[in-house]
């Protein structure tokens, strides 16, 4: 089996725990004198805050302490991203409150219920201010300011120098004001996290993250303590993607208050606060103008961008960077300019979810071309081949600042283009558009680029051999679901023979594992297994130098069989030692024999940090740079014109993340990612009113499919390798939401597009598709383009960025 393991569908080993024992989370967390903390928060978007009175809720029973921030006395930080000082934000809120869910006190109690019970006496005189509940509301001239220091509630700005103009020279130009809007990224398990003292004065923090180093590191910046003073463990964690990436404000409240009490605290919160208090994401405007000549070749790409960081920005105010930096897309552009703004609002802050800052360009690119294609007459497919960067040009540097490492971006598209059997579907809309039938067919396209290990291009990992001959994995990535156990432990089966089953595997614990990237960004086997890759070819090669002594042979003679885990002299294969037999003669062999230490090895034992004993090897690898995985996506919808209701009938996916280590594993993270994706385009939004008041904080409010809205997805892939990494990979996790959403838009737009409908925001309710069907039969049909804000011509002017520079660039 080992020979052939990599490229070959795996069950994933960690599930046989799961199903049987079940997983161990944070809330399953005990210890003993271990007290609940329930936080008391804002009913109100934007106020002053007035008098806390908690004398009641101090005398509830089991109430062990209430903390408002005077008592707690943490500083105000930024939790996982500095954007600016001023933006920093109190652990629980001092002046005044920003967003409906805002933490103003904490109730610390022996159980869960008496803490909730205790939280609700606690009274807080609130003095309501106006609110900004969207981003275009706060940058308008007059908006209510968040914060004294920004009165314009401006948190970042990009503008590109003048140069080129993009859309010199086009015979068409399409354009389009397309709405990214706002989700929550509902993990199944809630955002949490446990705090448990030792005699030894170490804190030992048990959170659902993505990324525990990271946490630790941030949570004891935030704290003044020293990093290791803290240990972080990250136990099994239901889902994060994105939104459980770094530290959370709660994590410093818990950790203070176990440290102050001296017991173990733990919090988790319930599904409706988990709605208002985890990050959410996309949330960006975009005005997007497309060039065009008569021939289908672009000349450039417009956009201006304006996001939405919520109350206190944090990352989700750095990834409408991360669209501009890849709205590139697949597409060989002469010229882009692309300008960003982003506004505070008295919302929940935004940071990452699946695909963090690509779904969004990969949106705005692929509803620009798809409407290219209808003003020219083109056929989408065509379009876009014409368009494409040449295989032959990668490396590629792009206009907006990266290297693409490889690709062949026509080929999952013809490959799409097959599967979906292309001629017939549009044959079938030909049809069905000549009888005038109710149910229309759309034909959805999308192509898409995306980067991976963006900014996380290193990673630790160690491997050792047992005593019994099986092997143990540390690896400095943290899986979540994505199945690291089994992955990893196929690379070390290929290369040693040793079975999976006697594959231990280490991560998420900071104590056991030096250092590492955690898991975002679609990193893990690409920098991950490539770090178990090569840790894995040094200690083979430690191994024939460990055999060749053993046997009394030169190391040149002396062969690995990866498919018994055997050694052996070459020609002599009856004499031989397993791996077992290396793990008992390690300890006496002669010092050098197993050649010259890592330099992680080295600075491991010059930090005093673990070096794993006997037979084995640690490193770092860094890939250097992103890769960026590509693909194709084509959907298929019905579309009842009487009622606007979407049927959803195929999903053809095509991804080329480079070598594919475990296909199973793979055409999982497809399915996964494709139903996100769709899902945003059909069914979620977060939704507040004027006042800021959350409308979708339950999973009554908010819409969220299941599996019997969706079709059986059709996954399939090609292979174009990375040249970055040993491994030839790249990364899959978030590929098929950011193909998935704009195929599937452009499918219902398709649909009936015939009746002059140019465009349709998401999610594509049954109500909004019927509205855009309506007005174009009326022959009013929307106009998907409206001007940018005037903070856009302010920018450009050069103009102080302000309420008054505002004003006066309405003149612009």
């Given at each position: 089996m080992a020979g052939s393991i990599l490229g070959n569908e795996v069950r994933r080993t960690?599930?046989?725990?799961?199903?049987?024992?079940?997983?161990?989370?944070?809330?399953?967390?005990?210890?003993?004198?271990?007290?609940?903390?329930?936080?008391?928060?804002?009913?109100?978007?934007?106020?002053?805050?007035g008098d806390i009175d908690a004398s009641e809720s101090e005398t509830a029973p089991g109430v062990v302490a209430v903390f408002t921030e005077t008592e707690l006395g943490v500083a105000p930080h930024h939790g996982f991203v500095k954007v600016a000082d001023e933006f920093a934000r109190p652990p629980l809120a001092t002046g005044k409150v920003r967003f409906v869910g805002e933490a103003v006190a904490v109730v610390v109690a022996e159980s869960l219920a008496e803490a909730?019970?205790?939280?609700?006496?606690?009274?807080?005189?609130?003095?309501?201010?106006?609110?900004?509940?969207?981003?275009?509301?706060?940058?308008?001239?007059?908006?209510?300011?968040?914060?004294?220091?920004?009165?314009?509630?401006?948190?970042?700005?990009?503008?590109?120098?003048?140069?080129?103009?993009?859309?010199?020279?086009?015979?068409?130009?399409?354009?389009?004001?397309y709405v990214n809007q706002k989700l929550a990224a509902v993990p199944l398990e809630p955002n949490s996290c446990a705090a448990v003292p030792g005699d030894d004065g170490r804190m030992t923090v048990y959170c659902a993250t993505q990324m525990p180093h990271l946490t630790k590191m941030q949570l004891a910046g935030a704290l003044g303590w020293a990093p290791q003073r803290l240990r972080v463990i990250a136990p099994h964690v239901g889902g994060g993607f994105g939104a459980k990436a770094g530290l959370y404000h709660e994590h410093t409240v818990v950790a203070a208050l176990a440290d102050r009490l001296g017991r173990p605290v733990t919090w988790t919160p319930g599904r409706s606060e988990d709605m208002t208090t985890l990050?959410?994401?996309?949330?960006?405007?975009?005005?997007?103008?497309l060039g065009v000549r008569d021939d289908g070749t672009f000349t450039g790409l417009r956009v201006r961008l304006v996001g939405d960081t919520g109350a206190y920005p944090n990352i989700g105010t750095m990834l409408p960077a991360g669209t501009k930096r890849m709205s590139n897309g697949t597409y060989a552009f002469p010229a882009i300019r692309f300008d960003v703004v982003t506004a505070v609002t008295n919302t929940t802050p935004t940071g990452a979810y699946r695909g963090a800052g690509r779904p969004?360009?990969?949106?705005?690119?692929?509803?620009?071309?798809?409407?290219?294609?209808?003003?020219t007459g083109i056929d989408p497919i065509e379009i876009r081949l014409r368009n494409f960067i040449s295989p032959d040009a990668f490396p590629f540097d792009t206009l907006t600042g990266v290297t693409y490492d490889s690709g062949n971006y026509a080929l999952p598209l013809r490959r799409a283009v097959e599967l979906a059997g292309y001629d017939?579907?549009?044959?079938?809309?030909?049809?069905?558009?000549?009888?005038?039938?109710?149910?229309?067919?759309g034909v959805g396209i999308a192509s898409f680029v995306e980067i991976t290990a963006g900014g996380l291009t290193s990673e630790f990992a160690a491997v050792r051999i047992e005593p019994d001959g099986g092997a143990t994995i540390r690896v400095g990535t943290s899986a979540h679901g994505q199945g690291h156990q089994t992955t990893f432990a196929q690379i070390v089966s290929a290369r040693t023979g040793i079975d999976l089953e006697r594959i231990g595997f280490v991560q998420s614990d900071?104590?056991?594992?030096?250092?590492?990237?955690?898991?975002?960004?679609?990193?893990?086997?690409?920098?991950?297994?490539?770090?178990v890759s090569n840790a894995t070819d040094v200690l083979v090669e430690r191994a024939l130098r460990l055999a060749a002594h053993l046997l009394e042979a030169s190391v040149d003679d002396i062969v690995l069989d990866s498919e018994e885990g055997t050694f052996s002299v070459a020609g002599v294969p009856a004499r031989s030692v397993d791996w077992s037999a290396l793990a008992v003669a390690v300890d006496s062999a002669p010092d050098g024999l197993l050649g010259e230490p890592t330099a992680a090895e080295t600075t491991a034992a010059e930090r005093g940090e673990p070096v794993d004993p006997g037979l084995a090897a640690q490193l770092d690898f860094d890939q250097g740079e992103a890769s960026f995985p590509f693909g194709a996506h084509i959907a298929v919808v019905e579309v009842d014109t009487d009622t606007g209701e979407v049927h959803y009938l195929?999903?053809?996916?095509?991804?080329?993340?480079?070598?594919?280590?475990n296909p199973l594993l793979f055409a999982g993270q497809q399915h996964g990612g494709i139903a996100q994706g769709a899902a945003q385009t059909l069914y979620e939004e977060v939704i507040y009113d004027t006042d800021g008041n959350p409308q979708t904080g339950t999973l009554m409010t908010y819409l969220f499919p299941s599996a019997a809205e969706y079709p059986s997805f059709e996954v399939h892939n090609t292979v174009t390798p990375s040249p970055l990494n040993p491994l030839g990979a790249k990364g899959i996790g978030e590929a098929s939401t950011i193909g998935s959403t704009p195929a599937l838009q452009n499918a219902v737009i398709d649909a009936v597009a015939h009746f002059g409908v140019r465009h349709i925001d998401m999610p594509m309710s049954p109500q909004r598709v019927w509205d855009a069907i309506a007005a174009a039969r009326a022959g009013n049909p929307a106009d998907p383009w409206r001007e940018p804000p005037a903070i856009f011509a302010a920018m450009a002017a050069g103009q102080e960025v302000d309420p008054e520079g505002l004003a006066a660039a309405e003149g612009i």
């Open positions: 960690e599930d046989p725990e799961l199903l049987t024992v079940g997983g161990r989370y944070v809330y399953d967390h005990t210890a003993n004198g271990m007290c609940h903390a329930v936080f008391v928060r804002s009913p109100v978007a934007h106020a002053h805050i909730t019970d205790a939280a609700e006496l606690v009274a807080v005189d609130y003095e309501p201010l106006p609110a900004a509940a969207d981003a275009e509301a706060a940058l308008a001239p007059g908006a209510p300011a968040l914060f004294d220091e920004r009165p314009n509630n401006v948190a970042t700005e990009i503008t590109d120098p003048p140069g080129i103009d993009p859309l010199d020279g086009a015979s068409h130009v399409v354009r389009g004001r990050a959410h994401s996309r949330a960006q405007v975009q005005y997007a103008e969004e360009a990969a949106a705005l690119l692929e509803r620009l071309v798809d409407q290219a294609a209808i003003e017939e579907l549009r044959a079938e809309q030909a049809r069905r558009r000549e009888r005038g039938d109710v149910r229309q067919l900071t104590d056991l594992v030096p250092r590492g990237g955690g898991t975002g960004g679609s990193r893990s086997v690409q920098v991950g297994g490539s770090a195929r999903h053809i996916a095509v991804d080329d993340a480079g070598t594919v280590i």
